[in-house]
């Protein structure tokens, strides 16, 4: 037999259906194998690898359930389907338990067999090749943050000069808040965890990076004027979309002009805008959360 992306061993000591089964299942496009009884198949797939089982329980020499706890025992089982008259359900919870895809009812449309066959084997190759993607590190997720804010800074960074002034002198955030920020990323990491975190669509919007750098705030007004003076804060992580800042005081302005060196782009000062969306207590600090803004 020719080798197949998608190929399928049928496992049933009934020759007819096994003829109905394979005529089914090639014409969806599967290229299918045959076998009468679990040692045969063991046979065949110690000689080849297959996508997907479809095997029957009650069969002689070696039955289906022998068969399906061999093969998801390989180092990678293909996906195991039985296809059965038995009815009973804790042997249905067991099989499943064991890593068996689906465990339907003779009779059956074969047909519909077809579809449920293809559908498994197109929901394991997604599965896989997900898992073959490599996940995003937050080093990279930060400097596409990173060259996302340099745009902005090139876009509206001259009507910042006057804003930021010399801020040397200005005193550093307390060093115990690096370490309260670490803190704090922990225990979010492991509350995300216990819960059971699953990302959804939003994603993205919702991915951060921590970083640790000093933020030199201005404040200002709607038009980007500038209404107090300024003061450095920690920078407690960072999205495409806003930051999160921890400071020793509260502010109540509006908008803050921020300025800091980015932590990924060589000799690169970022200047945005942050509409201020919120300021809680976080003893002994207080949480400061904005929004990146664009000019009027």
């Known amino acids: ?68 706890s061999d093969v998801l025992a390989l180092h990678r089982p293909p996906q195991v389907m039985v296809l059965t008259a038995l009815t009973d359900a804790r042997l249905v919870r067991d099989l499943m338990g064991r890593g ?14 077809a579809a449920k066959v293809v559908a498994m084997i197109d929901n394991t190759r997604t599965r896989s090749a997900a898992k073959a993607m490599p996940a995003p590190t937050k080093v990279s997720f930060l400097k596409q943050v990173e060259l996302t804010l340099k745009e902005l800074t ?8 006057t804003v930021f002034g010399d801020f040397d002198e200005l005193p550093d955030p307390p060093p ?19 819960a059971g975190f699953v ?5 993205r919007r919702k991915a951060r990076a921590t970083c640790f750098t000093t933020v030199v705030a201005t404040p200002v007004d709607r038009l980007w004027r500038p209404i107090c003076e300024p003061f450095k804060l920690a920078m407690r992580d960072i999205s495409e979309s806003g930051l999160r800042m921890l400071h020793t005081r509260a502010t109540n302005s509006p908008f803050l002009a921020l300025t800091w060196n980015a932590t990924l782009l060589p000799r690169q000062q970022l200047r945005v805008v942050a509409k201020v969306m919120r300021c809680s207590a976080c003893s002994p600090f207080y949480d400061i959360g904005g929004m990146f803004v664009m000019a009027d």
């Open 1 to 68: 037999m020719v080798n197949h992306p998608h190929s399928v061993l049928v496992v049933d000591d009934e020759p007819e259906v096994r003829r109905l089964t394979v005529r089914a299942l090639s014409a969806a496009g599967l290229a299918c194998d045959q076998a009468g009884d679990g040692v045969t198949a063991m046979e065949l797939i110690d000689q080849r690898e297959y996508d997907a089982i479809l095997t029957d329980l009650r069969m002689p020499q070696r039955h289906g359930y022998a068969l399906c």
């Open 100 to 113: 068996v895809y689906d465990v339907l009812q003779k009779p059956i449309s074969y047909d519909v067999l």
């Open 154 to 161: 090139e876009l509206y960074g001259e009507r910042l000069d």
């Open 176 to 194: 115990a808040i690096q370490q309260f920020i670490r803190r704090l990323a922990e225990s979010e990491a492991a509350g995300e965890e216990s």
């Open 199 to 203: 990302p959804q669509h939003n994603e």
